[in-house]
């Protein structure tokens, strides 16, 4: 069964980029399905942060697009997440996901999740 | 203000059947498959409805969902202490392009 691990920084300086790294077990990325980020501030509901297709064709949630970079790397088995010029605002648990098979807006498996926050 | 909007708590007895409830409109529920997650306290969220009324294996039939216009609704029957927990639902919005999500209800058996 597929099985996804987030790893990264628990800590990043404002205005930094953010990058954490989701590494895939059980199931080849190059195979299928959309893989994303979900993030969720503390106390709060869950905000979608993009999606990438297994052959590489992102999508990102408008809101956050101009910041954001979601990309694959099929020979390590990997999906990563690059979030530039971050403030407080940004302070969440973030999970990696896979999607549908033809559908970004299904999470059909989670990752346990990483807390990352924003502060000097 | 989350662009699907779900009641905040619901409560019921052991035993007893809830529904937690989902709105929005035509750009999202309307005209798009929605899915129903449950979030253990902790935990990360998972799957438990698809494509508005569809269950992942492993998920048993206590749990149900059904779609009317730009509303859905989540079903649990004879409730369990286990399932204390936030529900979350989610779609496409075709007018936002992005994945929205309802803000969340958080079920308390009593």
């Known amino acids: 069964q597929v099985q996804l691990q987030e790893s990264g920084p628990g800590l990043v300086k404002p205005s930094e980029s953010l990058s954490l790294t989701c590494t895939v077990s059980g199931y080849s990325i190059s195979s299928g399905y959309y893989w994303g980020w979900i993030r969720q501030p503390p106390g709060k509901g869950l905000q979608w942060i993009g999606s990438i297709s297994h052959n590489g064709s992102p999508y990102y949630n408008p809101s956050l697009k101009s910041r954001v970079t979601i990309s694959v790397d099929t020979s390590k088995n990997q999906l990563s997440l690059r979030l530039s010029s971050v403030t407080a605002a940004d302070t969440a648990v973030y999970y990696c996901?896979?999607?549908?098979?033809?559908?970004?807006?299904?999470?059909?498996?989670w990752g346990q999740g990483t807390m990352v926050s924003v502060s000097s | 203000q989350s662009v699907l909007t779900q009641p905040p708590s619901v409560s019921a007895a052991p035993g007893q059947k809830v529904t937690i409830s989902c709105s929005g409109g035509s750009s999202n529920i309307g005209n798009n498959y929605v899915s129903w997650y449950q979030q253990l306290p902790g935990t990360a969220p998972k799957l438990l409805i698809y494509d508005n009324n569809k269950r992942p294996s492993g998920i048993p039939d206590r749990f149900s969902g059904s779609k009317s216009g730009t509303s859905v609704t989540l079903g649990i029957t004879g409730l369990q202490t286990g399932d204390e927990a936030a529900y979350y639902c989610?779609?496409?919005?075709?007018?936002?392009?992005?994945?929205?999500f309802g803000g969340g209800t958080k079920l308390t058996v009593l």
């Open positions: 996901a896979r999607g549908g098979s033809n559908t970004v807006a299904v999470a059909n498996n």
């Open positions: 989610g779609t496409w919005d075709s007018s936002l392009s992005a994945v929205v």
